[in-house]
């Protein structure tokens, strides 16, 4: 099967990339041609076993989708999008990528027509979610987003599942939770400080914690974003009927939850590097957003994230640092 | 207080105006200018206490929008749509009609600036929501449209909102129930009947039932629906905080109970005016509608509709026939 993956250069991106080219395939099928996708050039993995591709332009510029479609590619990962900080100061810029960029890719594939129909697995957000919540939102609760990126995920759920429902696609939303441990620098996203205060301990820096510890958050591995996109590129369409779009399954903690699993993989020391410094700004962001999901249709339909945040902490330590940390 | 309607020559969109030309005002402001526009030339009414323009042109073209937005209303009612039949005939009419002018209406209200923020009141559709439900539609229910029309009602809630958040205008979105009795010669859509038997044996004409007595839905009267229009307009919007979307009341009756209520009203003669012939499709298409909402949200902001469906017939005889029927 061909491959397409729109935001190929991005964290999650790159590694759905590596996944890929250590397996070969996606569910029981080779994958024979991997293009990648995105407005910087993604970096070409080596040693894959099937023909690899980039392609760098802005899809949201016109005839830009077309071409990325033009070879008719089974699969297709549309993770590319202005993130949340950006899409909020730039308001034209966060509609034109994240709904008209979207909606160009959809129409280039309905417009090929001729029987194409691929699956298209689109990352949707927990951000299409807005305070006040119920103490864990369910798979029915309504969509209010409080930002415009959050919107602008909405919309493409909602035109997924149109797209879809007329048979022009096949498609499968998932709404990813906040992704822990991000490797690499620090950002200056107000959610970092949930992966900061784990990775900057475990590689002897010391990590700011802007919000009280009693702060309650959802959380996956980045191995378990990858795993929750090829769960959706296999998942028999059937079993989802109209409702395309998926909260996907975390792990609910507070900070306080966070750090006790620290110490308990890495030691008092380790732990001691976390300095509460409150930052009203970031503390008044984060009291918007979600707290708990209850996932149970993604769980039913076998989307699996880790069981504990411990797990979370051992996996950055063997993906990210070969198995040690600066005790 | 300038006033401008979209979808001024529907069927909502004179009932609007004449309501507007009666009471001269809106809540307590009175209304100095009307501009009527729609697709096809409004007819501008008679006697009014203001002055009244109208405009002909599809606001989804370039630069037409602009043109409606120029004199700067400060209220705005935007009821122009391609209805549920078309939309779904017609994929690329209905996105660019419903998503595309709704957009470029709120695009060129926001492009220009200095300070200009009028309500913009929108009619949404339960037609958001899909099927299954729960016995009633609570007001976090999730959006879950099951056609393209109602895709785009949805989104263009999530603009509305959006833009709301963000001080280009005042939003408020309002979903309409089904309209009944609707005026006028019987249409070909698929919930038509539920004004035809009570609209047809009122005027000594036949009227074709397709559906079984049990069916339930909901339903208001025009005259509610430019009550829900009016109340909207002059609604404090911080009252609705960042949710400006709300599901109107309305009365849920069974089929059978519209028929005992006009029987009640107009006699058996009338009522026998009914005839049962069932219809497979739309038999099916009704069984994907809501049967009930629970509309709490919009009632406690001090929306109203009829409290039986024995005022809807009572306000249809008043509204639309003198007073009189057909014995």
């Known amino acids: 099967m ?3 993956i729109l935001g190929a250069a991005g964290m999650v991106g790159r590694k759905l990339t590596e996944r890929l080219v250590g397996e070969g395939r996606v569910g029981d099928k080779p994958v ?3 293009l990648l996708h995105d407005v910087v050039e993604p970096t070409a993995p080596q040693g894959a076993p099937f023909e690899v591709a980039t392609l760098t332009s802005d899809f949201s510029q016109a005839g830009e989708a077309e ?5 008719r590619p089974d699969m297709i990962f549309h993770l590319a999008a202005i993130v949340s900080g950006e899409a909020e100061a730039d308001f034209d810029k966060g509609y034109r990528i994240n709904l008209d960029g979207t909606r160009f890719l959809f129409d280039a594939i309905r417009l090929i027509g001729d029987g194409y129909c691929p699956r298209v697995v689109f990352t949707s957000s927990i951000a299409v979610f807005g305070a006040p919540f119920p103490e864990a939102i369910g798979d029915e609760f309504f969509l209010t987003p409080l930002t415009s990126y959050g919107a602008q995920k909405a919309i493409g759920e909602l035109l997924l599942a149109d797209y879809t429902r007329r048979g022009f696609f096949d498609g499968v939303g998932i709404r990813l939770p906040t992704i822990c441990v991000r490797p690499g620098k620090p950002n200056k996203a107000a959610s970092g400080f949930f992966s900061g205060i784990i990775r900057e301990p475990l590689s002897g820096q010391e ?4 919000v009280p510890e009693d702060v309650r958050h959802s959380h996956a591995s980045p191995r378990s974003a990858v795993g929750f996109l090829l769960h959706a590129a296999s998942l028999d369409g059937e079993r989802l009927g109209a409702r395309r779009n998926l909260t996907m399954p975390s ?3 507070t900070v306080a939850e966070q750090i006790e699993s620290l110490r308990r993989i890495a030691g008092d020391r380790v732990a001691a590097r976390i300095r509460r410094e409150p930052d009203p700004t970031i503390m008044r ?3 918007g957003w979600p707290r708990r999901f209850d996932a149970s249709r993604a769980e039913s339909l076998g989307f699996k994230a880790e069981k504990s945040f411990d797990d979370i902490i051992r996996i950055h330590i063997e993906d990210e640092l070969g198995g040690r940390f600066e005790a």
């Open 251 to 253: 792990v609910s903690v």
């Open 285 to 287: 962001i984060v009291e």
């Open 67 to 71: 071409k990325l479609v033009a070879s």
């Open 2 to 4: 061909q491959v397409l």
């Open 32 to 34: 024979t041609r991997l």
């Open 207 to 210: 990590a700011v914690l802007p």
